[in-house]
């Protein structure tokens, strides 16, 4: 007999059916137990009603791997609608022990470290395994957007000679008898790639040494990034950006319906046109209404992006909202300056619900440029020969950004810790599982 | 006028159009010059008339950014169908000298090593970058024919703990002044996540510090990884191995059609089955063809995965060939061991055109069976405790494979080296771009 989805139970009233899963919960009452199993699709209910099966039933430990073979029977208060009656149940797969932390329950009681060091058996509770759901279906929607908008995928490498791009917080690594580095972003390679593919996206690991123990900050995560050659401006960028967070929310709403419902989420409506503030702008609103004296400080503290996530609601009935031209002085030397204010840049934060979640800009194009601005840093030009190649033969107008994927999905769940919607996050301290 | 790209002239002949890209070529003839330009749809042609302006476009060198507004006119001879008339050229931006190797050559003769030095520009020849289209197609379909099946797509960690899995050939990092590795293969990451999702998937960068410098190693590259819970055996997995690799063949069929063309690729047409021959039979299939003695020889050779190739072909007109029952003593502990013959394993390889493409099989699942396989191996389980949770809390019977995503392409495009097929490859000598 094929094996059913638990979720398939309702479509098979009447007939023998074949489902497998893991013993989700036991609930035995004076003459019937119930067996709750859980496989991918959800929970699916088995019914006994002959004692010595529930006699041997009520030795299995939770998290036994089933297979139930049983009448499926219409039934109001089963979950999904039926159940399966009169089972033969085989187990496939025995615990050694009964699990620490109980699986049934609506939400985990553990603590996150608990959470965390327990992993492979947390990860099996239903929220849990909801918010990778989300995530799984927001990569989906990032990369199907961008495709449809004429990008091509592209695989950098990880590992890197020099770490040029920041110097600091980067992690080395002994290649072969040599230094290397774990890349901090593909940032160099996708703007290289501009000049073969004119618009190009990469899904994968970034990594930072950050010596910061803080809930926003993981020394390995997942960047979604995109850069696009042929901008007027760095507006073109925002409307991709715009339409992949959209896509994204989408990509949610119908490849994660489940996990939404499970979660209780609340999708931000992403508008047509997100609203945008000029960074100095937003520094007069917050000084405006708070007092505090702002100006000259070259970034927004947390507490002002909060500020603006609220503002944003309030003014423009948005969830998002963009932040531009930021400080020079604030932003990567590849920063293409404002056109007549040039200790502005042409670059862009957009915030989600209070906080930074994407940083992207144009950025310099033509080789006279990044000589210039390498100098500027007092930076050597020889340290980046082969970055300084695609512009040497010619680049245009390009420009990019980068969105973090676990804080989006911490943004949306509500989540108060970036490790609470990492599968295995990686920090200061943890290395494991 | 907004931007064409130059595939889409023919659509538009009678009209003003404005196309953007770099000059891939100039002809110069006694009464007209032809400007051919290059943008990620392809080439197209602008006809100058005017002797002041052809003047004019001779001192533009290869690579120029150029925007080109004028009138499309139908013409047999232009790429495509249409060319520009009286153009307007306006200079986005300009290289700094001329490019060193010619990108307007059908063939590209540099050599390898010097087209990965010059990756930012050689990446820029045609047929340089339909390679790294049909990568991206190659994982597209990949994806959406497992998301078809029901699995999950995860992020699993890349920096981790412990160098257990092999042990050999493992870079070492500073992970904040205590060691950590790079991961070899997110292989016990998927089998974990089997418990919360039953299916998944993960497409990532790992690395295998290979001190070998041939044309089949690199330190760095993509692996298209898959693992499933609740099989009967291996075969449930070759099934959907099999759907797989048709579903990126017909992802690269309709998504990369062009570079199909650039390449001239004959693609192989994927069985509804695949061909499967035991590992001890193959061995007697070579032996009495070449007259070799192969009995107790625990791997193939090259040349016999080359001979099996052209044996599928023959006999069962097929490019892909699937060989099962490797010995034990040549996979890891992990392996589910043939139920009668224990010498030998639930495992496979799929070879694709006489080179072993992917590695799979039916891994334990029982927790006192990973003891014991550790045990025989000499292996202190203690060192696999976060690992070993998912099998202590109950874990169906499962099974995997991993494609290498730049070892596909370079049979499908008849690379000799996988270095080609990878777009800044990494090995024992090189670590830049």
Redesign the interface.
């Known amino acids: 007999m094929p094996?059913r989805l638990v979720s398939e139970l309702a479509a098979h009233t009447g007939e023998p059916v074949r489902i497998?899963g893991?013993?989700h919960r036991r609930r035995e009452l004076s003459h019937v137990t119930f067996l709750i199993v859980r496989?991918?699709s959800g929970l699916g209910q088995v019914v006994i009603t002959e004692a010595q099966k529930a006699r041997w039933a009520s030795d299995l430990?939770p998290?036994?791997?089933i297979a139930v073979s049983g009448r499926c029977v219409a039934s109001r208060q089963a979950p999904g609608g039926a159940e399966l009656h009169e089972p033969d149940i085989e187990v496939?797969?025995?615990?050694?022990?009964a699990?620490p932390i109980e699986l049934w329950r609506p939400q985990l009681s553990a603590s996150l470290p608990v959470r965390l060091?327990?992993?492979?058996?947390a990860?099996?509770h239903l929220r849990?395994?909801a918010i990778?759901?989300i995530?799984?279906a927001t990569?989906?929607g990032f990369?199907s957007t961008l495709?449809g908008l004429?990008f091509?995928?592209?695989?950098?490498?990880?590992?890197?000679?020099?770490a040029t791009e920041s110097g600091a917080n980067v992690?080395?690594?002994?290649?072969?008898g040599?230094p290397?580095y774990?890349a901090q972003s593909p940032q160099f390679?996708k703007q290289?790639?501009v000049?073969?593919?004119?618009?190009v996206f990469e899904t994968?690991?970034v990594?930072r040494?950050e010596?910061h123990d803080t809930p926003r900050h993981l020394?390995?995560y997942?960047s979604l990034d995109a850069e696009m050659g042929?901008i007027e401006d760095m507006h073109d960028v925002m409307d991709v950006l715009r339409e992949a967070i959209a896509g994204m929310v989408e990509a949610i709403e119908t490849g994660a319906r489940e996990a939404v419902e499970v979660l209780e989420l609340e999708l931000p409506r992403v508008r047509t046109s997100i609203p945008e503030v000029d960074f100095a702008d937003a520094q007069a609103l917050i000084s405006a209404d708070t007092g505090e004296t702002l100006e000259g400080e070259p970034d927004l503290a947390p507490a002002h992006e909060r500020w603006l996530g609220e503002w944003a609601v309030r003014e423009h009935g948005s969830e998002l909202v963009f932040v531009t031209g930021y400080p020079m002085s604030k932003r990567p030397f590849y920063t293409q300056p404002h056109p007549t204010r040039p200790a502005s840049s042409n670059s862009f934060d957009l915030l989600f619900r209070g906080l930074e979640l994407v940083t992207g800009g144009q950025r310099l194009?033509?080789?006279?440029d990044y000589l210039t601005a390498l100098n500027v840093r007092g930076e050597d030009p020889a340290a980046y020969t082969?970055?300084l190649?695609?512009?040497?033969?010619?680049?245009?107008?390009h420009g990019g950004f980068a969105i973090g994927?676990e804080r989006f999905v911490a943004r949306l769940t509500d989540a108060q810790n970036i490790r609470a919607t990492t599968?295995?996050?990686?920090d200061?301290n943890r290395?494991?599982?």
Chains 1, 2 share one sequence.
């Open positions: 094996r497998a893991w013993l496989d991918r430990l998290e036994t791997v496939l797969a025995a615990p050694a022990e699990p060091d327990l992993a492979p058996l990860l099996r849990e395994r990778f759901e995530a799984a990569v989906a990369r495709v004429g091509t995928e592209i695989q950098t490498p990880k590992i890197v000679g020099s992690f080395a690594l002994d290649y072969f040599r290397a774990l390679y290289t790639m000049g073969v593919f004119e618009r994968g690991p990594f040494a010596p020394s390995e997942v042929f194009n033509r080789y006279d082969s970055y190649q695609a512009f040497r033969y010619g680049m245009p107008p994927l599968l295995f996050p990686r200061l290395l494991a599982p």
